[in-house]
């Protein structure tokens, strides 16, 4: 799990922040968009919430390292996320408004 922003530019839909979820068996991700920074507790309780009714299952841990050093599976997603997104944005020249459409697509692909 990382909070992360990948452009100074707000999205279309007011959007300052991307929150990327990885499964650490899996290695699915799920993708949030935020206003702030803020929001992340309340995001993190819906999809805990969520998973454990789907799984029928309790969440066991949720790590939160302190270092990016230490968090090398979700930094590397948000890298391969920010760049597939920047791609896209590139090849399609749309303005930077619509990355949180880009990322979403580059996590869904």
């Given at each position: 799990m990382?909070?992360?922003?990948?452009?100074n530019v707000m999205s279309m839909g007011k959007k300052s922040?991307?929150?990327?979820?990885?499964?650490?068996?899996?290695?699915?991700?799920?993708?949030?968009?935020?206003?702030?920074?803020?929001?992340?507790?309340?995001?993190?309780?819906?999809?805990i919430l969520r998973v454990e009714n789907q799984s029928n299952q309790k969440v066991k841990i949720i790590s939160a390292p302190r270092t990016p050093q230490q968090n090398g599976v979700a930094e590397r997603r948000n890298r391969t996320l920010i760049e597939s997104a920047r791609s896209m944005m590139a090849d399609s020249k749309l303005p930077l408004t619509f990355w949180d459409e880009a990322v979403s697509t580059a996590c869904y692909v």
């Amino acid at each position: 799990m990382d909070l992360f922003v990948p452009t100074n530019v707000m999205s279309m839909g007011k959007k300052s922040y991307c929150l990327v979820i990885t499964d650490d068996y899996t290695r699915f991700s799920w993708v949030y968009f935020l206003r702030r920074k803020d929001e992340t507790a309340e995001i993190l309780k819906s999809y805990i919430l969520r998973v454990e009714n789907q799984s029928n299952q309790k969440v066991k841990i949720i790590s939160a390292p302190r270092t990016p050093q230490q968090n090398g599976v979700a930094e590397r997603r948000n890298r391969t996320l920010i760049e597939s997104a920047r791609s896209m944005m590139a090849d399609s020249k749309l303005p930077l408004t619509f990355w949180d459409e880009a990322v979403s697509t580059a996590c869904y692909v």
